[in-house]
C-alpha cells in the first residue's frame, strides 16, 4: 500500500476527513459526464495528482519534481498528444481529488490490491512491489529473509507492507519485534542509527535507497512478500476509459521496446518483469 | 549527523516557499478582515436577519475545523458546480474562517467604542456607512490590536494546512525535501525558524502600530 504518510495524529484527521469527503462524493454520485482523454486533448493537458514523497517515483529534487513518474508521464504524453501537468497534494488527498474530478487520473504509484482494484481502475503495472528487506551495509547476521527471527524490524504503520511483515513473521520459529513507524523515513532513519535491524519496504522504494546510499543500506534478496505490482491510478467511470485504455497501450508499448526497462534500470538499479495486465491481485 | 549544508543548499527554496506562505496568509487576513467588519456589523445591527446571519456564520466557521472547511471547499463545492482552483479554494477558505475569528475580535472592539461619539457622529449628519468606515473600524482596530496582530499569526500557522487541496506553501515542501533527502531534522528545524522569523516580523510591526496608534495619544 502506498502510504508513505505520517504524522499520525495529522494524518488520521485528515483521513477521516477525506473519508467524509469521499462519503459525501459519492452520496452525490456522478458529476460531469465527459470522455476525459477526448477533453485532456482539446485542452492539450493531461493533469495528473501525485504526491512528491515517494522516492524514487516521485519526490523533489533541488526543489523540482523528479523521478520516474515524471519520465513515464512524458512518454505518455508525447504519445498521446498532451502536456503532462502535475499536483502535489497529501496522499489521503489524493484519491478523493480523483473522484471529485480535479485531475484526470493519479501517479502514486499503488500497490494493485484486491481492495482497491474494487473501487479503481489500475494502469498495466510499472514496477514490483513485492516486499523485500532493507538491512545495514555489511550486517552478516542477515543473509535472508528469514536471518529477522527474534530481531527488531521496522516499517510503516498503516501499509500493505506492513501487513505482509506481520504475515511472514507469524511463519518464522521466533517472530521479530517489529516497529511501527509513522512514515517510512523515520524507520530508515533508526535502521541507520542502529535501532532496529531491518526495514521491510516495497523492492523499488529500497532498491532506491541503497542506490543512493550504497555504503549505509544494502537489499536483502530475495523479496519475501506475495508477488504485488505498482500501478497508476485511474476512474472506473466510463469518461475514463479512454484514457485508461490509452495509457495502458503506451505503457504495454514502453515494456516491448524497452523503455520502461531502461527507466527501472535508471531508477531501481535493475530491470524488473510485469505482467501486460494484472487482473487478479494476490494480496 | 546534523548536516549543515543540506540546510544551506534547500534555505533558496524554503524561503522561497515561504514567500507563499505570506502572500496566502497576509491576503486572507486581509479579505477576512474586510468580511469580519461585515459580519460582525450584521452582528450588531438592528436587523434580526442580520444577527442571525451574523451568529450563524460564526458558529459555522469557528466550530468546524478548517482542515475539514479546506477539504468541503475543494473536493464537494465541484459537486454543486463550482470548481475552482486549488489556489483559490484556499485563500477563500482561509478568508471565510479567520473573518469569523475577527468578526468576533472586532465586536469586542465595537462594543468598547463610546456611545457618544456615534451619536456625535449621527448628529453631525454622517451616514451609516461613513460612521462605519470611519469611526468605528479605525476606533475598533486601536483597541484590539493585540488579538488582530495574534489572529494574523495563527493564520500564518493555519496556511500549513493548505498543502491538502494541492498548494504548495513552506510546510509542503519542507516535507517533500524532508522525504526525498531521508533527512528530516534539519529541515523541519529550518522550516520552524522561517516560520518563527516571519510570526517575529508580523509581532514587531504589530508592536509599532500599537505604539503608534496608541488612544491616549489620539485624544
Not at chain 2, 6 to 24: C, D, E, G
Amino acid at each position: 500500500m502506498k502510504t508513505l504518510t505520517r504524522r499520525s495524529a495529522v494524518t488520521n484527521a485528515l483521513r477521516v476527513a477525506a473519508l467524509g469527503a469521499v462519503a459525501s462524493l459519492a452520496l452525490s454520485g456522478a458529476a460531469l459526464a465527459e470522455d476525459l482523454l477526448a477533453k485532456a486533448k482539446a485542452k492539450g493537458e493531461l493533469t495528473v495528482g501525485t504526491e512528491l514523497q515517494f522516492a524514487p517515483f516521485d519526490f523533489v529534487e533541488d526543489g523540482k519534481q523528479s523521478g520516474m513518474n515524471k519520465e513515464i508521464f512524458a512518454e505518455i504524453g508525447k504519445e498521446l498528444g498532451v502536456k503532462v501537468t502535475f499536483l502535489d497534494l497529501p496522499w489521503p488527498s489524493v484519491l478523493p481529488g480523483l473522484e471529485a474530478g480535479k485531475f484526470d487520473m493519479v501517479a502514486g504509484p499503488a500497490t494493485i490490491t484486491k481492495a482497491r482494484m474494487e473501487r479503481y481502475r489500475f494502469t498495466s503495472p510499472i514496477a514490483n512491489a513485492t516486499v523485500a528487506i532493507l538491512k545495514k551495509k555489511g550486517d552478516a547476521s542477515i543473509t535472508k529473509p528469514e536471518d529477522i527471527a527474534g530481531k527488531k524490524v521496522g516499517s510503516a504503520k498503516a501499509t500493505a507492507q506492513l501487513a505482509q511483515l506481520q504475515e511472514f513473521s507469524k511463519t518464522l520459529p521466533t517472530p521479530p519485534t517489529i516497529q511501527e513507524y509513522v512514515d517510512f523515513s523515520q524507520s530508515y532513519a533508526d535502521l541507520g542509527a542502529g535501532r532496529i535491524v531491518a526495514v521491510a519496504n516495497s523492492l523499488p522504494n529500497i532498491a532506491y535507497l541503497a542506490k543512493t546510499k550504497p555504503d549505509v543500506f544494502e537489499v536483502v534478496e530475495p523479496p519475501f512478500g506475495k508477488p504485488v505490482y505498482f500501478g497508476f491510478i485511474g476512474s472506473k467511470s466510463e469518461d475514463a476509459k479512454s484514457l485508461m485504455d490509452a495509457v495502458d497501450a503506451v505503457l504495454i508499448k514502453m515494456k516491448h521496446d524497452g523503455r520502461l526497462a531502461a527507466l527501472q534500470k535508471k531508477w531501481f538499479g535493475t530491470e524488473m518483469s510485469t505482467p501486460d495486465q494484472v487482473t487478479e491481485a494476490s494480496f | 549527523m546534523f548536516d549543515v549544508n543540506l540546510i544551506i543548499k534547500s534555505l533558496p527554496m524554503l524561503l522561497q516557499a515561504s514567500v507563499w506562505t505570506v502572500i496566502y496568509s497576509l491576503s486572507s487576513v486581509a479579505i477576512g478582515f474586510c468580511i469580519g467588519t461585515l459580519v460582525c456589523a450584521a452582528g450588531l445591527s438592528s436587523s434580526r436577519l442580520g444577527r442571525g446571519f451574523s451568529a450563524f456564520y460564526v458558529s459555522f466557521f469557528r466550530g468546524v475545523p478548517l482542515l475539514v472547511q479546506l477539504l468541503i471547499s475543494y473536493y464537494c463545492l465541484p459537486l454543486i458546480g463550482v470548481n475552482v482552483p486549488s489556489s483559490v479554494a484556499a485563500v477563500g477558505t482561509l478568508a471565510l474562517c479567520t473573518g469569523a475569528y475577527l468578526a468576533e475580535i472586532l465586536r469586542g472592539g465595537f462594543l468598547g467604542i463610546p456611545p457618544g461619539l456615534i451619536e456625535a457622529a449621527r448628529m453631525v449628519g454622517l451616514s451609516r456607512a461613513k460612521i462605519l468606515t470611519r469611526i468605528e473600524v479605525p476606533l475598533a482596530v486601536r483597541l484590539t490590536l493585540p488579538s488582530l496582530v495574534n489572529e494574523t499569526t495563527m493564520m500564518v500557522k493555519a496556511s500549513s494546512l493548505i498543502s491538502v487541496v494541492g498548494v504548495l506553501e513552506l510546510t509542503r515542501l519542507a516535507q517533500n525535501i524532508a522525504t526525498s533527502t531521508f533527512q528530516p531534522l534539519e529541515i523541519y528545524l529550518t522550516a520552524g525558524a522561517i516560520y518563527f522569523v516571519i510570526n517575529g516580523a508580523i509581532t514587531l510591526v504589530g508592536g509599532f502600530a500599537e505604539s503608534r496608534f496608541r488612544l491616549e495619544k489620539a485624544r
